[in-house]
């Protein structure tokens, strides 16, 4: 029987370095076991241990601890990629309401990769529509916004493409910085893999999603407008 989550480790942190090199299906298939145990139940125990806090954020998040619900894949989709690589050498986690398009909706995510992990909230692809709604419910209360951006302070920094020209002249650099971003994430990257190597990042991730609630329950408003474009 599976207990909690006690970290990952070095063996886990070479194996997706290898993947990244090998790329093969013999070489995984020999390697499965290693994936397996030093990565999947991980990360399954470590959604298991998560998810009380997550449900406080929001009770209809996913909590599932299955791939596709709220592991990533490791094989990748190469269809219509250029990249043909067989797997994926970085490993995610998600907590987000179910929806047809999860890369256009907010999603709180931890990945770990070989030499760094990331966590935070933010999406994956947001849509310009997506966004124009975003900046409406803004422009309804710049400063209301403003306040709900504070949590988004240490450890944790804006990221994401930015329009090259300004939508709107003379604006706040504080504001624009959120205004003008084609999609956008709140995220934390440390190198510090020890970190991730016992049960203390579990405490880690809690607290800082909990920072991050307030901007949550913003993108959500901005889902609600979907739903219902006159309120």
């Not at 290693?34 to 449900?55: A, C, G, N, W």
């Not at 939508?167 to 991730?196: C, G, I, P």
Request: hydrophobic residues 35%; glycine residues 4%; aromatic residues 14%.
């Amino acid at each position: 029987m599976m207990s909690g989550f006690t970290g990952f480790n070095q063996q886990a942190l070479t194996f997706l370095q290898d993947v990244r090199i090998q790329n093969s299906k013999e070489w995984f298939d020999d390697h499965r076991y290693i994936y397996d145990d030093q990565i999947l139940t991980p990360f399954r125990l470590l959604v298991d241990d998560l998810s009380q806090s997550m449900l406080m954020i929001d009770p209809e998040f996913e909590t599932r601890p299955a791939i596709g619900k709220t592991l990533s894949r490791i094989h990748r989709d190469t269809r219509f990629s250029h990249d043909k690589s067989r797997y994926r050498s970085h490993m995610w986690l998600t907590f987000k309401r179910h929806s047809k398009d999860w890369k256009d909706a907010p999603v709180y995510f931890f990945e770990i990769a070989p030499d760094f992990y990331r966590y935070g909230l933010g999406y994956y692809s947001a849509s310009k529509s997506t966004m124009d709604l975003f900046r409406q419910l803004i422009n309804r209360d710049a400063k209301a916004f403003l306040k709900v951006a504070k949590c988004c302070k240490l450890p944790f920094e804006l990221v994401g493409e930015s329009y090259k020209r300004p939508l709107v002249k003379d604006q706040a650099a504080e504001l624009a910085d959120w205004y003008n971003r084609k999609s956008f994430a709140v995220m934390h990257t440390s190198r510090d893999m020890e970190t991730a190597f016992d049960e203390g990042l579990i405490t880690h991730l809690a607290k800082g999603f909990k920072q991050l609630a307030p901007l949550y329950d913003y993108l959500m408003r901005v889902e609600q407008l979907k739903r219902n474009p006159e309120e």
